[in-house]
Every structure is written in C-alpha cells, then in structure tokens.
C-alpha cells in the first residue's frame, strides 16, 4: 500500500521569497511521484512528474522537485515566488507500470500556499 | 483537445432525489477516475475503469453511488438517493495508462 503525507496544509512566504513544500511518501514499490497544483474553483493540474531517470525534474511555472530515495522525500520548489503562485498543492504516488493500478494515484492531503506581497 | 469534460458544473438538489453527473474524458484515453473532495476528507479516489470496464470500486462511499462506462467516451456517476453529506466537488480524471492523469474542471454538489 502507498501513502502520502505533506507536512504543513498552510505555507506562507513574501512575493520572491523561496516556495518549500514538502512531501514524503511510502510506497513498497518503486514509485511514480507527482505535484499537482488547484487554482480555486478549478480542476486539478500537474506542475510535474517524476517517474525514471534524472532524480532533479523540472515542471511548469518555475517549479522543480527532487526525488530522494534515501529519504523518501519529493519536496517542491520555487526560488522566487509571484503572487500568482497563490493555489493549493498535492503530492501523489502511484506504482510503477504493471498490475492493475491503471495510474491510480493516492493523493496527500495538499497544502494551501498563501503569497504575501 | 477540449480536455476532460464534466457536466454539471454545478448541482443544487434536495435531499431523496437522484443525481447524475457526467464526464467525457480525452479521447483515446483508456483508463477513467471519479474523485470526490471535500473539506474534511481531502481528495477521494471512488472508482476507475480501464477499457470501459470497472477495475475498483472500493471507493465508493455505500450502494447509493453507482458508476457506469458505457463507452469509452462517456461515464456518469450516479446517487441515488442523494444526502446533504453527499455535498462536494466530484472529479473525473482520464490518462492514456501509464501516462498523466488529467483532471476534468469538477461538479460542485450541493444537496440541502
């Protein structure tokens, strides 16, 4: 079984301050590990995917996470935060392809980014 | 593409009645999931399908919700009959597996 957990559901930072969210997972398996970002009032969009290969991954909008193994951490980050980065933010996993997960993902409990000008 | 589609985008409704939502997902995408989000429960996977056909419904709150893939271009979610803790914002979801996710824009349901 896999789980997510996201420390802190409230992030608050200044307009170009440093964006830190952090997430941890457990998985038996090799995982997939994503961060998805929700707009008020909108569905859920991916920022960026971590599946093989360069543990460093870049996504949308400036952000990047990095897979650790040793730590079992996929943190989000951002070196300058904007006012439009103001959403909330899941980390999911899934399994590596095979069985019949399908890509079914198992989500964090998200964490709420405010941005302060 | 037009992207995960969802219908309605909002539904008031009474407590007893029925209610379907709808959802079209991206075509040539094989694999289909209904989410709920709430508040107090965050983010819930109720059930998927692949190929149209049901892979698991473990998520499903209780017999009430019912789900359906007809087709590969369709899907309802169905409560039947609805209650006022039924109230949130239900996702569709579609991915050509093992690909990304997408997420459809929701149906805000308010049952009172």
């Known amino acids: 079984a896999q789980s997510v957990t996201q420390l802190g559901s409230h992030v608050s930072v200044s307009e170009g301050a440093l964006v830190l969210l952090r997430c941890n997972y457990s998985?038996?398996?090799?995982?997939?590990l994503f961060w998805y970002v929700q707009y008020p009032n909108q569905g859920l969009q991916l920022l960026l995917k971590?599946?093989?290969?360069?543990?460093l991954v870049k996504g949308i909008n400036g952000f990047e996470a990095e897979f650790k193994k040793s730590e079992t951490s996929f943190h989000l980050t951002k070196p300058s935060a904007h006012m439009s980065d103001a959403a909330e933010y899941f980390c999911?996993?899934?399994?590596?392809?095979?069985?019949?997960?399908?890509?079914?993902?198992?989500f964090g409990q998200g964490t709420i980014l405010t941005v302060h000008p | 593409d037009a992207g995960v589609i969802q219908s309605p985008r909002h539904e008031v409704t009474e407590m007893g009645q029925e209610v379907t939502l709808r959802c079209k997902p991206i075509?040539?995408?094989?694999?289909l999931f209904w989410y709920r989000q709430t508040m107090m429960r965050g983010l819930e996977l109720l059930i998927y399908?692949?190929?149209?056909?049901?892979?698991?419904d473990s998520g499903m709150p209780e017999d009430r919700f019912s789900a359906k893939m007809p087709n590969a271009s369709f899907s309802t979610l169905k409560i039947q009959p609805s209650e006022p803790r039924d109230s949130a914002v239900y996702f569709c979801?579609?991915?050509?597996?093992?690909?990304?996710?997408?997420f459809g824009p929701g149906t805000r349901l308010t049952v009172l």
């Open positions: 399908f692949n190929n149209n056909v049901p892979i698991d």
């Open positions: 979801a579609s991915n050509s597996y093992p690909d990304t996710q997408y």
């Open positions: 998985s038996s398996v090799p995982p997939y």
């Open positions: 971590y599946t093989t290969g360069a543990t």
């Open positions: 999911a996993v899934s399994v590596v392809p095979g069985g019949t997960s399908y890509g079914k993902l198992t």
């Open positions: 075509s040539g995408h094989n694999s």
